[in-house]
């Protein structure tokens, strides 16, 4: 596990370092906030902010060669061999009618795509079951975006039209080349080695802002221990998980 401590005027510039220096896309680090930025009295009192980016992603020389070659710092893990999913006939309503949308608005954004659907392997993103539906082709990273934020636009677009087809709330997640299969396991590691640390330490650990799916696989993860405890703080996009030791 690699892990760097950086400082710069403020949380967003000293991420956008840390990844500079690590070589490393958003989705391939955690960050913990260790100091928020303070401008002081009149200049006095001042300190930057000060950051620990966790790598917890690793890429091949020639995926590396081809990001630091690009300006576009976007999500991109290499995509999982393709699933063939579950046959239409073994589908419920939820599944079927999740697939065909999502197979529509592809073909309708001119992507080359296929959709495997299966059974969510966990739970993380509510207590209903979920089916999985995992896009994959050429190129389908595209649909991931900076820490996944265009797949969870696709997502809730589905679930939309879904929901508004079914007269009901549709549990579907939607995932391209397994990426938050993937992102899920990492976190669920990284939440077990902070609390780790964050009882070591005897201090509070502040993860970085994720979004509402991450902040609760930490706080699932975490649940069951006596050692810990885990609170969601701050407002917006802006909202992080700390992990407190009891």
């Not at 303070?38 to 995926?63: C, H």
Request: aromatic letters at 2%; proline letters at 4%; glycine letters at 8%.
């Amino acid at each position: 596990m690699q892990m760097i401590e950086v400082t710069a005027n403020s949380v967003e510039a000293a991420i956008d370092k840390g990844l500079a220096e690590l070589n490393a896309r958003p989705g391939e680090v955690v960050v913990e906030v260790l100091e928020e930025p303070n401008t002081g009295l009149f200049g006095f009192g001042a300190r930057e902010a000060r950051v620990r980016l966790v790598l917890i992603g690793t890429r091949s020389k020639d995926e590396a060669d081809e990001f630091e070659e690009s300006d576009e710092q976007v999500d991109e893990s290499p995509p999982r061999a393709p699933s063939p999913g579950l046959p239409d006939d073994e589908l419920e309503e939820d599944a079927l009618v999740g697939k065909q949308v999502l197979q529509d608005l592809l073909e309708r954004m001119g992507v080359d795509a296929r959709v495997a659907v299966q059974r969510a392997e966990d739970d993380d993103e509510g207590d209903d079951p979920h089916w999985m539906l995992n896009i994959s082709g050429d190129r389908v990273n595209r649909l991931i975006g900076r820490r996944g934020e265009t797949l969870s636009s696709l997502q809730h677009i589905v679930r939309l039209i879904c929901s508004r087809r079914l007269e009901r709330r549709a549990n579907i997640i939607v995932d391209a080349g397994g990426y938050k299969s993937g992102r899920s396991k990492r976190l669920r590691g990284l939440a077990n080695r902070m609390a780790k640390q964050a009882v070591q330490q005897g201090r509070t650990i502040t993860l970085e802002p994720m979004h509402p799916n991450e902040r609760r696989i930490i706080h699932l993860t975490l649940r069951g221990r006596n050692d810990v405890m885990t609170q969601s703080v701050g407002e917006g996009r802006g909202r992080k998980v700390t992990i407190v030791p009891r």
